[in-house]
Structure formats: structure tokens, C-alpha cells
């Protein structure tokens, strides 16, 4: 994997942990599977950039966030 889709990866992570959202309510928020989201956390999958829009999204972020 790539070290610049790590790096949105884990700003992911840090994001939603700042928030204290769990795996589940994000799920819920952005329509994204809570499977799909643990497998992009766990870095296992590379999220689309619609699903990294939907994730943005459901944290009051901006797309550019994750990569700024």
C-alpha cells in the first residue's frame, strides 16, 4: 500500500477517534458497511474517493481534510 493512502488512512482513524465515533455510528452516518469501514481502518482496503466523500461527510469534514 501506498504511504499517501496510509497516511488518509490514518486520518481517518484520528479524526473519528477525536470525534469519539465509533466504527458503528459512522457506519450509520455515511452509509458506509461497518465491515468496510474496520477493513479501511485496518488498512485492508483502499476506500474509493466516494466512500472517503461519504466518510468526510458524516464528520462534518471536508474531502481535502484527509489529505492536507
Known sequence: MEKEVEEVIDKIRKFRKERNISILNLSLESG????????IESKTTIPSLETLTKIAHAMDLQLKDFFI
Open 32 to 39: 458506509v458497511s461497518r465491515s468496510h469501514l474496520f477493513y
